[in-house]
């Protein structure tokens, strides 16, 4: 089992950056397909970003495609989740997760394992 702790999230201006780390325990994060996901005050969650177990491949949603970038280093068993030229419909809570398995899935129920989240907000 592995467990996953969300950091870096904060309030910052339109147009500003944040970058998001997940960190793991337990287990190496090597062994997982990651995803960043977030929800929105009375919103359901949603897919942002994917990233393969060897970081080679990863898929975004629209929203969020050429603003934020996802990456991995698993010598650190980190995730991290770039984000720039914030907006404030980009305010939410930010939750990592991870899959068992080198599939990229957009539907969170295919992840295994969550983390906490983490606040982000953004004024205008």
């Known amino acids: 089992q592995v467990q996953l702790v969300e950091s870096g999230g904060g309030l910052v201006q339109a147009g500003g950056s944040l970058r998001l780390s997940c960190a793991a325990s337990?287990?190496?994060?090597?062994?997982?397909?990651m995803g960043w996901f977030r929800q929105a005050p009375g919103k359901e969650r949603e897919f942002g970003a994917g990233?393969?177990?060897?970081?080679?491949?990863?898929n975004y949603a629209d929203s969020v495609k050429g603003r934020f970038t996802i990456s991995r280093d698993n010598a650190k068993n980190t995730v991290y989740l770039q984000m720039n030229s914030l907006k404030p419909e980009d305010t939410a809570v930010y939750y990592c997760?991870?899959?068992?398995?080198?599939?990229?899935?957009?539907?969170?129920?295919?992840?295994?394992?969550w983390g906490q989240g983490t606040q982000v907000t953004v004024s205008s």
């Open positions: 997760a991870a899959r068992s398995g080198n599939i990229m899935y957009e539907d969170l129920r295919e992840y295994d394992y």
């Open positions: 337990g287990r190496s994060l090597s062994q997982y397909t």
């Open positions: 990233i393969s177990r060897s970081g080679r491949r990863t």
